[in-house]
């Protein structure tokens, strides 16, 4: 079974930053790209950012720039550093783990994609 847990949500003023991490358990991780998403009261949950396997990133157009994803496989970890942030950032953030094994191809936005999730954690900023 695996298992996502995620940590480093808190409440930032805006242009501050915040590190979220995930660490995951269960799979070869290193095998599997790595995704965030997010989701703002009585918004559907959207894509934030995505790590393939071998390292590649993708990003939601409003966060390229401030948002850097990554990971250790060493560690079985993904992280997310967020910087500059702005109050409509504020969301429960979500780790998720695609279900493609060694996938190599550039789609990574649909949640349909994922098939393990962690808890949430929840990031606000302020004005």
């Known amino acids: 079974q695996v298992r996502l847990v995620e940590s480093g949500g808190g409440l930032v003023q805006a242009g501050g930053s915040l590190r979220l991490s995930c660490a995951s358990s269960g799979r070869t991780f290193s095998s599997y790209a790595m995704g965030w998403f997010r989701q703002a009261p009585g918004k559907e949950r959207e894509f934030v950012a995505a790590?393939?396997?071998?390292?590649?990133?993708f990003y939601e157009d409003s966060v390229k720039g401030r948002f850097t994803i990554s990971r250790d496989n060493a560690k079985n970890t993904v992280y997310l550093q967020m910087n500059s942030l702005k109050p409509e950032d504020t969301a429960v953030y979500y780790c998720?783990?695609?279900?493609?094994?060694?996938?190599?191809?550039?789609?990574?936005?649909?949640?349909?994609?994922?098939?393990?999730w962690g808890q949430g954690t929840q990031v606000t900023v302020s004005s």
């Open positions: 790590i393939r396997w071998s390292g590649s990133t």
């Open positions: 998720a783990s695609d279900r493609r094994q060694y996938y190599s191809g550039s789609y990574y936005t649909p949640a349909s994609l994922y098939d393990y």
